[in-house]
């Protein structure tokens, strides 16, 4: 055999790598990947750990101290805690004004929310406009212009009155009344139902009509169709629109701060546990019993949150199964 002649190659021969080197360059490939992946998500972990980890854990430390912002810390253990049971009922009042206000609120703007979704489902022309004209209200509502709007709208001289006195009823001033001026709060966060709304559009356009032209030949009316159709299917919206909504209602802040003028008047009627907390920290500079308040808060929100989540499976109907 010359040696321009090409050998036989021995039995199971390939032209692959060998497996050693094969696993040592996907490991490295891997490794590559891994770090490119991490360093794109540093800025994100940077965040978590110096915006929200960080101020987090600082603020369950201080809600075991005398902390007034200005001076040291002292340790008092559960002495912040207690306090808010036994020696504050101002504390008493506002969780008890923010329960009314996010238990009444709530239920009313998601059945007002589903009622105009329902309505824009039926195919009016130039939906994408209405969609945005009545997304609005929920980018606005917290915002500080509205809640002078409406505080000026339910004044003694507003424009709810001067619409009663079309009718010979005298009107009253809303927002100063302890009777009504939580009530004013409850009309402005029901106000406020673009977002839930567009989420049931969106909801409502994924149940396919099949359900309701066979539940009609069955001769089922538009009730029956409703609840045995719409609201199963659409009940894991519900559901999610009720978690979103319940959180941020117990985090209101900025519509009764305007509106009582930073204090929760008249007689503390609109006083909410978040501008409780603002007042103890920034008022009173009692930093360590406002951390305290806010981390009740968190419980009682990630409780509610795993009640909801508890009852769910007795009312939510998901298709897949």
């Known amino acids: 055999m010359t040696d321009t002649q090409v050998r036989p190659r021995p039995p199971g021969a390939t032209d692959r790598p060998p497996v050693a080197d094969t696993k040592g360059a996907l490991r490295k490939r891997r490794r590559k990947e891994y770090l490119t992946a991490y360093l794109f998500l540093l800025p994100w972990f940077v965040g978590l750990i110096a915006i929200?980890?960080?101020?987090?854990?600082?603020?369950?430390?201080?809600?075991?101290?005398?902390?007034?912002?200005?001076?040291?810390?002292?340790?008092?253990?559960?002495?912040?805690?207690?306090?808010?049971?036994?020696?504050?009922?101002?504390?008493?009042?506002?969780?008890?004004?923010?329960?009314?206000?996010?238990?009444?609120?709530?239920?009313?703007?998601?059945?007002?929310?589903?009622?105009?979704?329902?309505?824009l489902d039926r195919g009016v022309s130039g939906l994408p406009i209405y969609r945005s004209?009545?997304?609005?209200?929920?980018?606005?509502?917290?915002?500080?212009?509205?809640?002078?709007?409406?505080?000026?709208?339910?004044?003694?001289?507003?424009?709810?009155?001067?619409?009663?006195?079309?009718?010979?009823?005298?009107g009253m001033g809303w927002v100063s009344h302890p009777d009504t001026a939580l009530g004013?709060?409850?009309?402005?966060?029901?106000?406020?139902?673009?977002?839930?709304?567009?989420?049931?559009?969106?909801?409502?356009?994924?149940?396919?009509?099949?359900?309701?032209?066979?539940?009609?030949?069955?001769?089922a009316s538009k009730s029956r169709q409703f609840f045995s159709i719409t609201l199963p299917l659409l009940s894991p919206i519900i559901f999610f629109n009720l978690i979103l909504q319940l959180i941020n209602a117990f985090q209101s802040f900025t519509q009764a701060f305007v509106i009582s003028g930073g204090n929760g008047s008249p007689a503390d009627s609109t006083l909410l546990y978040t501008m409780h907390v603002?007042?103890?920290?920034?008022?009173?500079?009692?930093?360590?019993?406002?951390?305290?308040?806010?981390?009740?808060?968190?419980?009682?929100?990630?409780?509610?949150?795993?009640?909801?989540?508890?009852?769910?499976?007795?009312?939510?109907?998901?298709?897949?199964?």
Do not use: C, H
């Open 133 to 170: 004209v009545y997304y609005l209200p929920s980018l606005l509502g917290s915002s500080v212009a509205i809640a002078i709007l409406w505080r000026q709208i339910f004044g003694a001289d507003g424009l709810v009155n001067e619409f009663l006195g079309i009718f010979g009823i005298e």
């Open 52 to 119: 929200t980890a960080g101020p987090l854990l600082t603020s369950l430390y201080l809600s075991f101290t005398d902390y007034s912002l200005i001076g040291d810390s002292q340790w008092v253990g559960f002495d912040n805690y207690t306090r808010m049971f036994q020696d504050d009922p101002r504390f008493i009042k506002a969780l008890t004004n923010t329960a009314i206000y996010v238990f009444v609120s709530v239920p009313l703007q998601l059945a007002f929310a589903l009622a105009l979704a329902m309505v």
């Open 184 to 219: 004013t709060l409850i009309i402005l966060n029901v106000w406020t139902f673009g977002s839930p709304m567009v989420i049931f559009l969106a909801g409502l356009r994924q149940i396919p009509t099949s359900y309701y032209e066979a539940a009609s030949l069955d001769g």
């Open 278 to 321: 603002y007042q103890k920290g920034f008022n009173s500079f009692e930093m360590g019993y406002a951390s305290a308040m806010a981390w009740v808060l968190v419980l009682i929100i990630a409780a509610l949150t795993g009640v909801n989540f508890l009852m769910s499976k007795y009312w939510v109907f998901y298709s897949d199964k």
